[in-house]
């Protein structure tokens, strides 16, 4: 599987962005996903994550309420809705999967496969 995300950009406080993160090859319903990020000066940070059926998510207390991790299985699309953004969301965004993560793992090393990262840029 290789992972390719996009929907980052340059937003204003309060707005909302919807990332996806599309896989190639015909075993996605078998990878638990999760979204990770990092800003200027910090670690890769964990944002959410969601089971291989969709129907377990963990979130970062820092986003929580305001972000919502969902997939599509027959679209191999794994997405980030993103609502009252704030500047301190700025970083760039990866997705992240792993055929052995199942329950929400939220260690960037519980996870094998990376996209390349799309950012956003929320300004105050």
């Known amino acids: 599987v290789q992972l390719q995300a996009s929907g980052g950009g340059l937003v204003q406080a309060g707005a909302s962005l919807r990332l996806s993160c599309s896989a190639s090859?015909?075993?996605?319903?078998?990878?638990?996903m999760a979204w990770f990020r990092r800003s200027p000066g910090k670690g890769r940070e964990f944002v959410a994550a969601?089971?291989?059926?969709?129907?377990?998510?963990s979130y970062a207390d820092s986003v929580k309420g305001r972000f919502t991790i969902s997939r599509d299985n027959a679209k191999n699309t794994v997405y980030l809705q993103m609502s009252g953004l704030k500047p301190e969301d700025t970083a760039v965004h990866y997705c992240?999967?792993?055929?052995?993560?199942?329950?929400?793992?939220?260690?960037?090393?519980?996870?094998?496969?990376w996209g390349q990262g799309t950012l956003v840029t929320v300004s105050s």
């Open positions: 992240a999967a792993d055929r052995t993560v199942n329950s929400g793992a939220r260690g960037a090393s519980d996870y094998e496969l």
């Open positions: 090859g015909r075993t996605f319903s078998a990878y638990g």
């Open positions: 969601i089971s291989r059926g969709g129907t377990m998510t």
